[in-house]
């Protein structure tokens, strides 16, 4: 068998069209949507990821503001900036970039950031409200997987779901999802006794593992849905420089029903989850506007 590929870039471009009708009308009611980012150190990844959240802004209708601290930066002037975010009105979501250096408390900066602004749902508050299965912002990488299942009317209730990865941004919020999507699920990590065989039961199988092309063909049941959220860059041999995730995409795409390549597989959604979060918040408030 041949899997069909998920493409995660056209999903994203339909998505992102639509989000920038929902932002023009937004400015007809006299908002305009906004996210406020912050960039702590010279991590060089992190400046990438937040240059194309800004860009990815702008495309959709989302105005962004943009601070960049350096490195030996004091947590108490980022922190006396987020409560200043927070009282802001014209500011409807604030995203720290993570990682933070070393010398900042993640969680005391996390959840300085307003619940109802916390567009990137890590805030312990959203975390809550997810396990509950009440509504919250959803962490944007599992946000985007579940719209990608969606897309292609893959069946979640009574699957068996497997997350390969526990990290609070991908793993555990992935599985409770996935949970509250009526799945019966697994979470594995790397004590997993026997990893092969929980994976070989999986209708899906989500891998957020951060090693490249761990999840080999072979771990794959027949049919299966396989998510690839890993991004990995290949450092050795003739691939050196290029991305790869963390399912061997060759071998996997021979026995899995449907495949996220990557890049162009969850990646893409991971930006349009943000802005989707951000314009429903700007949306709740120009709500609140016209009721008042
Ligand atoms: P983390 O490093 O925080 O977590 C990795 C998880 O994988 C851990 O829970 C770890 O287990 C588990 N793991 C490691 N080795 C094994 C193993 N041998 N067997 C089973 N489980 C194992 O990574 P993230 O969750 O932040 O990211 C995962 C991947 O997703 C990375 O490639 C990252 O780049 C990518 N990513 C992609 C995004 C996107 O937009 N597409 C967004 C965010 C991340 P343990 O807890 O026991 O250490």
Do not use: W
């Amino acid at each position: 068998m041949s899997a069909r590929i998920l493409d995660g870039n056209a999903l994203a471009t339909r998505l992102r069209g639509q989000l920038a009708e929902r932002t023009a009308r937004l400015k007809e009611q006299g908002v305009e949507a906004c996210l406020a980012v912050i960039l702590v150190g010279d991590d060089p990844a992190s400046a990438v990821y937040v240059r194309n959240k800004v860009a990815a802004c702008e495309k959709a209708g989302i105005r962004s503001l943009k601070d960049v601290y350096p490195s030996d930066a004091d947590p108490a002037t980022v922190l006396e900036r987020i409560r200043a975010l927070n009282e802001d009105p014209g500011v409807h979501g604030i995203l720290v970039q993570l990682p933070l250096p070393a010398h900042f408390d993640e969680a005391a900066i996390l959840e300085a950031i307003r619940v109802d602004k916390d567009v990137d749902g890590f805030h312990a508050e959203n975390v809550g409200l997810l396990s509950q299965g009440r509504e919250a912002f959803i962490p944007c990488t599992p946000y985007g997987v579940m719209k990608m299942l969606e897309s292609e009317s893959v069946p979640v209730q009574g699957a068996e779901a497997v997350v390969v990865g526990r990290s609070n941004i991908v793993g555990k919020p992935m599985a409770m999802l996935l949970i509250n999507a009526g799945a019966t699920v697994t979470v594995c990590n790397s004590k997993t006794r026997d990893l092969a065989a929980h994976c070989r039961r999986a209708d899906i199988l989500v891998a957020a593992v951060g090693r490249p092309r761990f999840i080999t063909g072979d771990l794959v049941k027949p049919g299966a849905v396989v998510i690839d959220v890993g991004i990995n860059r290949l450092t050795e041999g003739e691939e050196a420089g290029k991305l790869c995730g963390d399912v061997d995409f060759a071998s996997a795409s021979q026995v899995a029903s449907l495949i996220t390549p990557v890049p162009g597989g969850v990646g893409p959604m991971t930006i349009t989850m943000l802005l989707t979060n951000t314009v429903e918040s700007a949306e709740r408030v120009a709500a609140r506007g016209q009721r008042a």
